[in-house]
């Protein structure tokens, strides 16, 4: 979830030491039943060790998506045969490299070291959000059930996966991009995680230490923010790196529209991605789209299944604090709107559309200077005393002229999940989850808790009212990819204990009045992440909403393991149809995106 304040604040971490996958030390104990996992042993400590580095390849930005048979560009690094084979020796450190890298140290150990949790990287790496290497395309065992034919194609989600571990402050949004893929075919699946080769990826490995700056760990304070940016300005003088190449991490969600797959992360513009017919994944480039996109995008566009359009926006810490933007059927970047009427910085992370309109929240966390040179926090925070907004505006506006916005106190939309039109337009509604404790947001992710709302917003008579889906905490919800921008009835959302651990998935009917929900908890020990549903018959217009499949990782705490889960949507327990057993652990992560073979072909 890393945001777009951070291509304006400058950090770097220590050197460090390449990562390898996480040596588990175990020690046995007797666990209560779990609906799909044996008592197994209880993980007691993760070792990371030391592994020798290896070369890729500087990424590029291009003008525009590449052609429909590309061959890989940039020219993919050896590790996309396999991380072993062909790998280049990493250069020597510059001797200039090496006198930077021991005043981060002096920066991490003296002056502003990771003393809180949020920001400590031995409570923040703990457990399953431990990093792991690339894995090349490795087969899995399904261990229950069988794959549906219409799950053939590949399952991929996005989360941070730091390249190096770091010695000072580090954030859970810091992380290096990783991109684990199943790819299934004929009821077989394999598993393939690589790194999203992004700029600041690729000059990072060459350098054998981090460079680039972490916006929600390196400037806590007024100390820490000058003697980070001062060592950044630095090293961009001496030609370590460039931001104008992008300083981006891609590392939080994917979106695939125009015939290309994109690899998100609302601080960059979207990296270019294709899997390969074995199941390997490649970065192919930074897109620009012909120079017509800018500095960033969100990381959330809305895909609108019915005309193939794509909506997205950027935002960032200088007017205009949001631009508006949207994508024709063949991924052309149409014109900016930029919104001035939005007179002050805020986290816009998501929004949603309707076929009339598109939505914006302005909420209660932004950019709180004062609080960082006084209290030593982030320069990204809340405040209590702003009461949030939405703003709606038509969808194909040109300008902001017909924007308009709404007061909603006590609003704090992060991430929406669906909206609609009712009465001829007149009236739109929004569901999303509401964060309750927003002050905890960035600090205390385990004290946040996130109620579903339906929100009506008549723009007749500007009134606003809100009705409570769910009182669990929810977030992570997604729907049937066919009905964004559709009034819909189901939604699947994560269930948060606490967040950011999802402890299992929950159907929800908002349609009723009442309260009507159905649930698969995955057990003691056990969390997965984001949901995402999968159609039995996409094409199919008579097909029931609910017609298809929940999928997600689970990874069990007590045994290392990870698996793969398919769930009949349909079913009042969300029941079990398939599990893969993956070759290694899948460290949890932030949101995913189901591509079907015949997508998988055109990219």
């Not at 197994?40 to 290896?54: D, F, G, M, Q």
């Amino acid at each position: 979830m890393m945001d777009a304040f951070s291509s304006s604040f400058l950090s770097t971490l220590p050197p460090s030491t390449k990562l390898r996958s996480p040596v588990i030390t175990t020690t046995l104990r007797s666990t209560s039943p779990s609906p799909y996992y044996a008592p197994l042993p209880y993980i007691s400590s993760v070792r990371i060790e030391e592994k020798p580095p290896t070369s890729t390849t500087t990424t590029k930005t291009s003008h525009q998506p590449p052609p429909q048979s590309p061959k890989a560009w940039p020219p993919p690094a050896p590790s996309y045969a396999s991380p072993s084979v062909g790998a280049k020796k990493r250069v020597e450190p510059r001797l200039s490299t090496m006198i930077f890298n021991t005043f981060d140290d002096i920066i991490n150990n003296f002056i502003d070291p990771p003393l809180r949790p949020s920001v400590d990287p031995k409570h923040v790496l703990s457990h399953n959000f431990a990093p792991v290497d690339e894995l090349p395309p490795t087969p899995c065992e399904v261990i229950q059930g069988s794959l549906p034919p219409c799950l053939d194609g590949a399952y991929i989600r996005n989360g941070p996966n730091p390249q190096f571990l770091p010695r000072g402050p580090y954030h859970l949004f810091d992380g290096d991009g990783m991109l684990h893929s199943i790819r299934i075919s004929k009821g077989k699946a394999t598993l393939c995680s690589r790194y999203v080769k992004t700029y600041k990826y690729s000059i990072e490995n060459q350098m054998g230490s981090p460079v680039f700056p972490n916006v929600f760990s390196g400037f806590n304070g007024l100390t820490a923010a000058a003697t980070r940016g001062a060592l950044s300005a630095v090293r961009i003088l001496s030609g370590e790196f460039n931001p104008a190449n992008g300083i981006g991490l891609a590392n939080t969600s994917l979106a695939l529209f125009g015939n290309r797959l994109y690899a998100l992360g609302e601080s960059d513009l979207p990296y270019s991605i294709r899997l390969t017919s074995t199941g390997d994944i490649q970065t192919l480039g930074r897109i620009d789209f012909n120079r017509k996109l800018f500095m960033s995008m969100t990381a959330h566009p809305k895909i609108d299944d019915d005309t193939g359009e794509a909506f997205a926006f950027r935002y960032g810490p200088v007017p205009p604090y949001l631009t508006y933007f949207h994508f024709d059927a063949n991924g052309n970047k149409q014109p900016d709107v930029p919104i001035f009427s939005m007179t002050r910085p805020s986290f816009l992370h998501d929004f949603a559309i309707t076929k009339k309109y598109a939505i914006f929240a302005d909420i209660q966390i932004g950019m709180n200077p004062m609080d960082m040179i006084i209290g030593g926090g982030s320069p990204v925070g809340t405040d209590p005393a702003k009461v949030p907004r939405i703003g709606i505006i038509p969808r194909y506006a040109k300008d902001e002229s017909e924007i308009r916005w709404f007061d909603v106190p006590g609003f704090n939309l992060i991430h929406a999940i669906n909206a609609w039109d009712e009465d001829d337009g007149n009236v739109i509604v929004l569901l999303a989850p509401n964060i309750l404790s927003v002050e905890h947001t960035l600090e205390r992710m385990d004290l946040v808790h996130a109620l579903v709302e339906k929100v009506r917003i008549d723009l007749r008579t500007g009134l606003v009212t809100r009705h409570p889906i769910s009182a669990r905490n929810l977030d992570f919800a997604v729907l049937n990819p066919a009905y964004v921008a559709k009034k819909n009835k189901y939604v699947y959302a994560a269930v948060g204990d606490p967040m950011p651990k999802i402890a299992g998935v929950v159907k929800l009917d908002v349609s009723k009045g009442e309260r009507q929900e159905c649930s698969r908890m995955y057990g003691p020990g056990c969390f997965g992440g984001e949901p995402f549903f999968v159609a039995k018959e996409p094409q199919n217009p008579e097909a029931d909403e609910d017609d298809g499949y929940v999928v997600s990782y689970v990874h069990n705490e007590n045994t290392g393991e990870s698996r793969f889960l398919v769930m009949d949507a349909q079913s009042h327990n969300l029941d079990i149809v398939a599990a893969v057993k993956l070759p290694r652990r899948v460290p949890y992560g932030f949101h995913g995106l189901f591509v079907r073979e015949s997508d998988l072909n055109k990219l």
